[in-house]
């Protein structure tokens, strides 16, 4: 999940008193896990918001504790947000089939028309034929890249590399990246706030052109 919605009065009802700290401690935390969409154990809870000294760490435990429920796998979950993400995952299921229903039907018109050749890829892109190897794959792809640190495009080529991509994969991985980029600017014209990209290799990695085009999720408490 890119982005989530936050009601202010619902969470400072939760959480008014907590420390400066602990807020930070907290919402990182929060934001980790829309992210990711999963839980962390605490020693992962630790890397993802980095904490580097005794006092944020127990500030990290008095969170923990307070606002979520470590489950047999040793994973914090708060119920909420394993309530958002489960709807949220249904609505991507829901949108992919529908992607995949109208290329199969040919009614998407951003879908490019490609053909292979021995050693390189013919893909059309606004009526230019282009010749390119996976190197341009991803220069395509890393320009709607525009919100945070894009990581390394050695790493996301190596990624890129393993995918076997085929036209229409490398279709679909553009449509969605441009449709989030898009969804994401209009985010931020609307005063909402969203967290950055992932690295193009996590988003790649993570196969994140799945992802829900999303519908407004609002999250009434944290």
Request: glycine letters at 4%; charged letters at 30%.
């Amino acid at each position: 999940m890119h982005y989530y919605k936050k009601q202010i009065g619902h969470y400072n009802n939760k959480a008014a008193r907590l420390s400066i700290l602990q807020h930070g401690v907290y919402n990182l935390l929060i934001d980790s896990c829309y992210d990711r969409e999963r839980f962390p154990t605490r020693k992962e809870a630790i890397e993802w918001i980095w904490v580097s000294t005794p006092e944020e760490e127990q500030a990290l435990d008095f969170v923990l504790k307070r606002f979520f429920c470590e489950n047999k796998k040793k994973q914090y979950v708060q119920d909420r947000i394993a309530e958002e993400l489960e709807k949220y995952h249904a609505r991507c299921a829901t949108n992919k089939a529908n992607r995949n229903k109208n290329t199969t039907n040919g009614d998407d018109s951003s879908v490019i028309d490609n053909e292979t050749t021995t050693s390189k890829t013919q893909l059309r892109i606004k009526n230019k034929e282009l010749r390119i190897t996976g190197t341009i794959y991803l220069e395509q792809l890393w320009e709607h890249f525009n919100y945070g640190a894009k990581g390394s495009k050695k790493k996301a080529l190596s990624v890129f590399d393993k995918l076997n991509l085929s036209n229409d994969l490398f279709n679909k991985i553009l449509i969605a990246a441009r449709e989030q980029a898009e969804q994401k600017s209009k985010a931020i014209l609307a005063g909402e706030f969203t967290p950055n990209f992932p690295h193009v290799e996590r988003w790649l990695r993570d196969e994140r052109w799945n992802d829900d085009i999303r519908e407004e999720i609002e999250v009434e408490y944290i």
